[in-house]
């Protein structure tokens, strides 16, 4: 087969499935349901693919761009977008406001003024190193977190990099805005975006021989494809269709979400301290219980998050304009200002909505032909920020392996995609297996880190059973029997009393009330207790190898991230010089598909990350198809010509897309390899120096191996010879040491069994 610089085309029909539609309807590959971040992510990574879809939401774009909601883009999402979109990458990085206005968390009676309960700095502004814990720093308000950054270590943190991007902070509406600027951008005709048009009917064609989807929208077309992708939120359509339930709590907890934006004297008021600026500024005052999320202070987008609880909270009576100004300035400076005076805000949006914490029982429908991404497939409290990475990392899972399970039916249907093999089903089973587990694990670390806010409230004095209690109390007789309205006031009234005492943190006052507070507080924050924002393992250490406990305990949820060359892990950033390629146009290309690179460790050579080399090497080569990358390590391997040959027939045999990387320790070796690196006219091969032979450290350390292949000595990175199966999406398929006696089978058996834990063993 030839993987490289296959056209989008155009599907033709199959008569077998035209049920429900006229006979000159086209059969898409893929519909998208939903056009939110993960949707457009996959989306763009379909196009990337030359995948042909269509992408449907009944919301306006309009409406995608007003509000912000998810603002964090944790490590790993970063990775995949610099290696998949670096265009929305650098736009992230240049519209995200500095680090400086986000790395902390506040904690007091109100933003500015009142008392100042804790301030904490997270780890987000040098990169983060191998083993660097996520946890918070207290510090004083005058404490210039820039200067502690600076220190002399700064060689020694660029060589322990744990990854070669850092988190961002950019609000929602505006990563979604770069998402479908970029969606039009490649667009090449292949896929076409129908917001403001709702799915309103599916039905699942089971006569033919592939199952078929049609579906009806809102404005009365209807469209019919061979697999359906979910993206279209907690409440999802598609995932009632498929009758699959949700397994978890679906009710934590009510929240009002105020989305408000602040005038330019207001705004400057509230940034003029650095020790005011945070991401998250936890208030507890006698009017305002609440979290405000600054989204970005200079524009003035905030949002106000307050616990709610219907029925005795209404919307009409407890968050009326005037109620919910006066808990905005409550919050803000403790005190409610005049509307004649300067400083002004204006409330866009109050919406309430339920922190859940569920994932779906199943991930598809039993056809395989419908499949849940993001919310559709799991909801997790906000804390943390997993909800919206989790789903980018859906679609970057999936993506790949629909592409390759719909140009696998192509090969056997000519020109058409259709009939879909138990083998290509498979591939998309892994997904679920893959997926499944770490949006459980997320969930509960989610639940985990709400819990922590709680634990906040409580060293307040504020219990959140409290209020759980008396709802219980009024819904039981004799109260139960008072109307709604009495028990309502009476819900009110003691929640009041409740706050009054949260009266002494609005001032500088000495206080014995406070000064408790404070000291119960700070002592949860000087132990670590304060919410994470970076959780190195969870981000980068989850793993999609089932055959071992790679459940990550909750032992220390912020601990430190260690690589590991193992199966299911992501491949650890490695810093590579690139030596040559096939290809004379090489430089060009590399310094085109890495310009927002944030380091180069050689002056007169490129330099690229380790982590997503498959995604790396498949732009560059401009490879429409996913593709697999095998790594060989040591100079007995590198030397041999049957690797070379063993990966071409790997490449015929299973028809699989592959890259074969030779990564050698030093410069050195380069040497006796300008011949080879230049003889492979069957398939491309890469050429790189591993700079700080961290790669070969860490595959010796784990790979392991038998005593007598090296006649009983120690195992060293100068006698390591082995391979790394990498799959499309940057985790190992398979890691093994290699003998080179008998090598081409060797290779063959290998790359066999990465693509059956990558693919499922029904594949080949």
Same mark, same amino acid.
């Given at each position: ?267 400057? +008021? ?493 594949? +080949?």
């Amino acid at each position: 087969m030839n993987f490289y610089h296959q056209p989008t085309r155009r599907l033709l029909l199959s008569n077998q499935t035209r049920r429900f539609l006229s006979n000159n309807t086209e059969i898409h590959p893929a519909i998208i349901l939903g056009g939110g971040p993960t949707g457009l992510f996959l989306s763009s990574l379909l196009t990337s693919y030359s995948i042909p879809h269509l992408l449907f939401d009944k919301r306006p774009q309009s409406e995608l761009l007003k509000h912000p909601q998810a603002h964090f883009i944790n490590l790993r999402s970063m990775e995949i977008l610099r290696h998949e979109l670096p265009n929305v990458h650098d736009k992230i990085v240049q519209c995200m406001p500095p680090v400086s206005e986000w790395e902390a968390f506040h904690f007091g009676g109100s933003v500015i003024g009142g008392r100042r309960l804790g301030r904490v700095i997270h780890p987000v502004r040098d990169m983060l190193q191998i083993g660097q814990s996520g946890d918070a720093i207290l510090v004083s308000d005058e404490v210039d977190s820039s200067a502690a950054a600076n220190d002399n270590d700064a060689v020694e943190r660029l060589l322990n990099r744990a990854s070669p991007c850092r988190p961002a902070h950019l609000a929602q509406n505006k990563f979604v805005s770069l998402l479908l600027e970029e969606a039009q951008d490649c667009n090449d005709g292949g896929s076409h975006l129908h917001y403001n048009e709702e799915i309103v009917h599916i039905t699942e064609d089971t006569t033919a021989q592939q199952p078929t989807i049609a579906i009806q929208t809102s404005s009365n077309q209807q469209y019919q494809t061979q697999y359906l992708l979910a993206c279209d939120g907690a409440h999802s359509f598609a995932r009632r269709y498929c009758r699959i339930s949700m397994r978890g709590d679906a009710a934590l907890q009510h929240m009002m979400n105020i989305h408000f934006r602040t005038n330019s004297a207001l705004s400057e +008021l509230l940034m003029r301290r650095k020790g005011d600026q945070a991401m998250l500024h936890f208030v507890y005052n006698p009017s305002l219980v609440g979290a405000f999320v600054c989204h970005d202070g200079r524009e003035g987008e905030w949002v106000l998050q307050v616990p709610y609880f219907p029925p005795y909270q209404v919307p009409d009576v407890d968050f009326t304009v005037d109620r919910v100004r006066d808990m905005i300035w409550f919050g803000f400076l403790g005190r409610i200002v005049s509307n004649e005076y300067k400083y002004k805000f204006d409330i866009l949006s109050t919406r309430s909505w339920t922190m859940s914490s569920q994932v779906a029982e199943q991930y598809m429908n039993q056809s395989q032909n419908v499949l849940l991404l993001g919310d559709a497939a799991h909801t997790f409290p906000p804390a943390g920020g997993f909800g919206m990475n989790t789903g980018l990392q859906d679609a970057h899972n999936l993506a790949w392996r629909l592409a390759l399970s719909l140009q696998r039916q192509k090969t056997v249907h000519s020109d058409q995609y259709m009939s879909a093999a138990p083998s290509t089903r498979s591939i998309l089973k892994k997904y679920e297996l893959d997926r499944k587990p770490v949006a459980t694990q997320n969930a509960a670390l989610s639940v985990r880190n709400y819990q922590r806010t709680l634990r906040i409230a409580k060293a307040c004095y504020l219990d959140a059973q409290h209020p759980q209690l008396l709802m219980g109390m009024l819904k039981s007789p004799p109260l139960s029997f008072l109307s709604i309205e009495a028990r309502q006031d009476m819900f009110r009234q003691l929640v009041k009393v409740a706050m009054m005492p949260l009266g002494s943190l609005l001032g500088d006052q000495n206080s014995i009330h406070a000064n408790h507070v404070e000291s119960n507080v700070k002592k949860i924050l000087e132990s670590g207790g304060s919410l994470p924002l970076v959780f190195p393992r969870f981000e980068l250490g989850f793993s999609y190898n089932l055959d071992n406990d790679t459940k990550l305990d909750s032992a220390d949820d912020s601990s430190g991230y260690y690589p590991a060359i193992r199966v299911g892990h992501r491949l650890p950033h490695v810093e590579l010089e690139v030596l040559d390629t096939n290809d004379g146009n090489r430089g060009d290309a590399v310094e085109a598909s890495h310009q927002c690179a944030p380091y180069n460790f050689a002056t007169e050579s490129q330099c690229i990350s380790l982590v997503d080399i498959s995604s790396q090497l498949r732009q560059l080569h401009s490879v429409s198809a996913p593709m697999f990358t095998l790594i060989v390590l040591g100079t007995d391997l590198i030397n041999s010509p049957g690797v070379h040959k063993a990966a071409g027939d790997a490449i015929e045999k299973f028809e699989i897309p592959l890259s074969l990387v030779y990564i050698l320790r030093d410069k050195s070796d380069w040497n006796g390899l300008m011949h080879k690196a230049r003889d492979s006219s069957r398939f491309q091969s890469d050429y790189f120096v591993d700079v700080d032979q961290g790669l070969h450290q860490m595959s010796t350390n784990d790979l392991e191996s038998s005593l007598n292949e090296f006649n009983g000595q120690e195992a060293t990175i100068k006698n390591l010879n082995a391979m790394i199966l990498v799959r499309p999406d940057g985790h190992i398929a398979n890691a093994s040491r290699m003998d080179t006696v008998g090598l081409e089978k060797s290779v063959l058996t290998f790359v066999e069994q990465g693509l059956r834990n990558s693919l499922g063993s029904e594949l +080949l």
